[in-house]
T-cell receptor, first 112, second 117 residues
Framework: KAGVTQTPRYLIKTRGQQVTLSCSPI?????VSWYQQTPGQGLQFLFE???????NKGNFPGRFSGRQFSNSRSEMNVSTLELGDSALYLC???????????FGSGTRLTVV | AQSVTQPDIHITVSEGASLELRCNYS??????LFWYVQSPGQGLQLLLK??????LVQGIKGFEAEFKRSQSSFNLRKPSVHWSDAAEYFC???????????????FGQGTILTVHP
């Protein structure tokens, strides 16, 4: 079966712009989580959605937001981009009932 | 709050040697525990997971891990390392069902594995 698909794979944006990243989970998976990975901070949890509701949120500023659609696809948005937002953004999907988490290949965001 | 410590930032082994990567966690109840591997520029691949039951867990690529509640550890082992195992390895803890952090994984800082021929 198809894995977790993240688009785009690479993105270059200018400071102050906004960006939207997309994640299509494994078919049947209702939970989608987002993580930011940087060399300095490692892997940090952004938020998790389950059945279109944000169930959990990490310690990130309000510029980071997300949503989930009825087909479980999820998007995350970052407004007013800062240089420090440059990172690999990873999405993970799960059945949501204590199942394992399957990660996508990520979106590499570079802010210049 | 849940946390994970991977004490070794970088480990180097010879091909064919045995491997043990250490992971210590902090969590108030029985956690869900995971080991993931990441190759450069790629996403995370699940090696194995522990939810309950047998404390020795078998995973893919010949890896295994043992959950030791008394030591709050979940160390990853492989009896004979292959050059293709060179990558970064992450231990993670997740809340069990019903926990307030359910749906969130907390990762360790990772261990980079180098394999010498």
């Amino acid at each position: 079966k198809a894995g977790v698909t993240q688009t785009p794979r690479y993105l270059i944006k200018t400071r102050g712009q906004q960006v939207t990243l997309s994640c299509s989970p494994i078919s049947g998976h209702r939970s989608v989580s987002w993580y930011q990975q940087t060399p300095g901070q490692g892997l940090q949890f952004l938020f998790e959605y389950f059945s279109e509701t944000q169930r959990n949120k990490g310690n990130f500023p309000g510029r980071f937001s997300g949503r989930q659609f009825s087909n479980s696809r999820s998007e995350m948005n970052v407004s007013t981009l800062e240089l420090g937002d440059s990172a690999l953004y990873l999405c993970a999907s799960s059945l949501g009932a204590g199942g394992g988490y399957t990660f996508g290949s990520g979106t590499r965001l570079t802010v210049v | 709050a849940q946390s994970v410590t991977q004490p070794d930032i970088h480990i180097t082994v010879s091909e064919g040697a045995s491997l043990e990567l250490r992971c210590n966690y902090s969590y108030g109840a029985t956690p869900y525990l995971f080991w993931y591997v990441q190759s450069p520029g790629q996403g995370l691949q699940l090696l194995l997971k522990y939810f309950s039951g047998d404390t020795l867990v078998q995973g893919i690529k010949g890896f295994e891990a043992e959950f030791k509640r008394s030591q709050s550890s979940f160390n990853l082992r492989k009896p004979s390392v292959h050059w293709s195992d060179a990558a970064e390895y992450f231990c993670a803890v997740g809340a069990n069902a019903g926990g307030t952090s359910y749906g969130k994984l907390t990762f360790g800082q990772g261990t980079i594995l180098t394999v010498h021929p």
